[in-house]
């Protein structure tokens, strides 16, 4: 199938770094995204990884192992504003994208 | 505004009622695809266009589900003999076509038409 897995919710503080993981169970993805979406709003694209290894892109890394069906979003220097849902999602020949429920992460001052 | 549009932005309908949402994607992106989410939920993916064509579309997606995007510009989605189930988020994303032989895979979200079904 195409179950992808997320923590559900983390917490962590402003200034601090967080990971949020992800792991999938198929085959046959062609790519990993990472979006986020504020509540009530629509998501919006971070990151992504065709090959294996690390993407960085500002504040904002995400890791691939295709072997192991993982991948991770890394957060450094948190903000408030970065209080979102983090949604991982897996692209089958980018023609179909699958989505995780998404984690909920709260920024604490 | 460039981004991509979707009308309406909400819809309450009575069940058994069909609905019509249009969305108008980033100018010249020829890649469209629909979604539909739930409160908690990611979105689920519904169908996918490139230009004219629909090659994609959801097993999970029943026969009261149709869409269209006639001349590879806007799309259509059209639920017929709506269902209480069928409330949630529809959610529209467009992605560039190809430039420099390499692809452009971020997606591109507009806010969304909330259905409500009484």
């Known amino acids: 199938g195409q179950n992808i897995d997320q923590p559900t919710e983390m917490t962590a503080t402003e200034g601090a770094i967080v990971q949020i993981n992800c792991t999938y169970q198929t085959s046959g993805f062609n790519g990993l995204f990472w979006y986020q979406q504020h509540a009530g709003e629509a998501p919006t694209f971070l990151s992504y990884?065709?090959?294996?290894g690390l993407e960085e892109k500002g504040r904002f890394s995400s890791f691939l192992s295709r072997s192991k069906g993982y991948s991770y979003l890394l957060l450094k220097e948190l903000q408030m504003k970065d209080s979102a849902s983090y949604l991982c999602a897996g692209g089958k020949h980018f023609n179909k994208f699958y989505f995780g429920s998404g984690t909920k992460l709260n920024v604490k001052p | 505004d460039t981004g991509v549009s979707q009308d309406p932005r909400h819809k309450i309908t009575k069940r058994g009622q069909n609905v019509t949402f249009r969305c108008d994607p980033i100018s010249e992106h020829n890649r469209l695809y629909w979604y539909r989410q739930t409160l908690g939920q990611g979105p689920e993916f519904l169908t996918y266009?490139?230009?004219?064509?629909?090659?994609?579309k959801s097993r999970l997606l029943s026969d009261r589900f149709s869409a269209e995007r006639p001349k590879g510009s806007f799309s259509t989605l059209e639920i017929q003999r709506t269902e209480q189930g069928d409330s949630a988020m529809y959610l529209c994303?467009?992605?560039?076509?190809?430039?420099?032989?390499?692809?452009?895979?971020?997606?591109?979200f507009g806010p969304g038409t909330r259905l409500t079904v009484t």
């Open positions: 990884n065709v090959l294996d």
């Open positions: 266009f490139q230009n004219e064509a629909q090659l994609e």
């Open positions: 994303a467009s992605s560039p076509r190809p430039r420099g032989g390499s692809l452009s895979y971020e997606q591109y």
